[in-house]
T-cell receptor, first 115, second 114 residues
Framework: DTGVSQDPRHKITKRGQNVTFRCDPI?????LYWYRQTLGQGPEFLTY????????KSRLLSDRFSAERPKGSFSTLEIQRTEQGDSAMYLC?????????????FGPGTRLTVL | AQSVTQLGSHVSVSEGALVLLRCNYS??????LFWYVQYPNQGLQLLLK??????LVKGINGFEAEFKKSETSFHLTKPSAHMSDAAEYFC????????????FGQGTTLQVKP
């Protein structure tokens, strides 16, 4: 399978716990995005990586959120001290580097539920 | 700033009827526009995109969309709905930064009745 993969697909946690999600992009894609989608809404941009460099972060990405992309391959998104408002679907997307109009390919998402 | 408005959070059509999903955008740069479809518990799949050139864009599964600059619209259509078209549809515009991030509308749920 050469698509974008995300792990885990579902995560249930208690308020105050830390969680970490992983995204494996399509292998030749050096651009990677994280989005958050709440129920009944469209995805909202969180952060962007070009290779291993994090080049843009949304104001939605509070201090409790941190993302990394070591070696420019897979990426992780960590949420510390989770709150109920963090419950959402977290989507990862990747694209090639020819230009900003290139198609972003999305993974299946990680659904987070904070109790 | 870029933004997208999708008129109608729910659209219901009969099988075989015309599908029309409305999208209006606001963009401070030449707009690059996208339609994505999302099936339950799945990620987003690109239906079609407009970057430059021909304003009528054809996509997968028989969908097409027309870019109308004067109306700042990019409505999605399909001549004949199939039951398998039932899903959530998102219109998106490229953000103004050079990262290529997407700004999405709130989505339209398409219901297809037999």
């Amino acid at each position: 399978d050469t698509g974008v993969s995300q792990d885990p697909r579902h995560k249930i946690t208690k308020r105050g716990q830390n969680v970490t999600f992983r995204c494996d992009p399509i292998s030749e894609h050096n651009r990677l995005y994280w989005y958050r989608q709440t129920l009944g809404q469209g995805p909202e941009f969180l952060t962007y990586f070009q290779n291993e460099a994090q080049l843009e972060k949304s104001r939605l990405l509070s201090d409790r959120f941190s993302a990394e992309r070591p070696k420019g391959s897979f990426s992780t998104l960590e949420i510390q001290r989770t709150e109920q408002g963090d419950s959402a679907m977290y989507l990862c997307a990747s694209r090639e580097s020819r230009g900003p109009t290139d198609t972003q390919y999305f993974g299946p998402g990680t659904r987070l539920t904070v109790l | 700033a870029q933004s997208v408005t999708q008129l109608g959070s729910h659209v219901s059509v009969s099988e075989g009827a015309l599908v029309l999903l409305r999208c209006n955008y606001s963009s401070s740069v030449p707009p690059y526009l996208f339609w994505y479809v999302q099936y339950p518990n799945q990620g987003l799949q690109l239906l079609l995109k407009y970057t430059t050139g021909a304003t009528l864009v054809k996509g997968i599964n028989g969908f097409e969309a027309e870019f109308k600059k004067s109306e700042t619209s990019f409505h999605l259509t399909k001549p004949s709905a199939h039951m398998s078209d039932a899903a959530e549809y998102f219109c998106a515009v490229r953000g103004s930064s050079n990262t290529g991030k997407l700004i999405f509308g709130q989505g339209t749920t398409l219901q297809v009745k037999p």
